[in-house]
T-cell receptor
Framework: KQEVTQIPAALSVPEGENLVLNCSFTDSAIYNLQWFRQDPGKGLTSLLLIQSSQREQTSGRLNASLDKSSGRSTLYIAASQPGDSATYLCAVRLSTDSWGKLQFGAGTQVVVTP | DAGVIQSPRHEVTEMGQEVTLRCKPISGHNSLFWYRQTMMRGLELLIYFNNNVPIDDSGMPEDRFSAKMPNASFSTLKIQPSEPRDSAVYFC????????????FGPGTRLTVT
């Protein structure tokens, strides 16, 4: 059974520092991996999607890498801002569930202090 | 577009009562997902509909839970009878036919069963 783990569970950094969030998964046969952001009391917003054949994806200050063979993905957020405070979740799609079923990690709660 | 709409936003009920959660997906989307989020188990997929047909309900915890999608613009998740362990935030998400990997989440319904 696929298990998705996110470390650390919580992270607090001063504004301007770079954020590094880790995600690991036990079954390397994934279709793709997605990073989401969740603000308190709200639903999830998709940030980046990496196909299994890709090594990284970038969007503005966000960069996500994928090492499928080792079962790891890392989300980098450059020059963090207080507005980046949220919970970040990674989720994987198994190759056998191409219709879109996601297996989520528990998330990393991020606080960026001014 | 108004996004995915869920109602009610908060629901407090007593054990044994019937609870009905409602979701209106984004117009034109043909896939709909119901998720449950708890501190203990994180975010779990309950059921997935495609073109109003349930495709995967393996995440539905037990017979007390049922979901329907009578048309493309409305879905319900019903719990009867409710139990305290059903307390969670329930999310509905939808995705378009052309991009099944882009799930748009609603704001969620916070359910408390006393």
């Amino acid at each position: 059974k696929q298990e998705v783990t996110q470390i650390p569970a919580a992270l607090s950094v001063p504004e301007g520092e770079n954020l590094v969030l880790n995600c690991s998964f036990t079954d390397s046969a994934i279709y793709n991996l997605q990073w989401f952001r969740q603000d308190p009391g709200k639903g999830l917003t998709s940030l980046l999607l990496i196909q299994s054949s890709q090594r990284e994806q970038t969007s503005g200050r966000l960069n996500a890498s994928l090492d499928k063979s080792s079962g790891r993905s890392t989300l980098y957020i450059a020059a963090s801002q207080p507005g980046d405070s949220a919970t970040y979740l990674c989720a994987v799609r198994l190759s056998t569930d191409s219709w879109g079923k996601l297996q989520f990690g528990a998330g990393t709660q991020v606080v960026v202090t001014p | 577009d108004a996004g995915v709409i869920q109602s009610p936003r908060h629901e407090v009920t007593e054990m044994g009562q019937e609870v009905t959660l409602r979701c209106k997906p984004i117009s034109g989307h043909n896939s709909l997902f119901w998720y449950r989020q708890t501190m203990m188990r994180g975010l779990e997929l309950l059921i997935y509909f495609n073109n109003n047909v349930p495709i995967d309900d393996s995440g539905m915890p037990e017979d007390r839970f049922s979901a329907k999608m009578p048309n493309a613009s409305f879905s319900t998740l019903k719990i009867q009878p409710s139990e305290p362990r059903d307390s969670a935030v329930y999310f509905c998400a939808s995705s378009p036919a052309g991009d099944p990997y882009e799930q748009y989440f609603g704001p969620g319904t916070r359910l408390t069963v006393t």
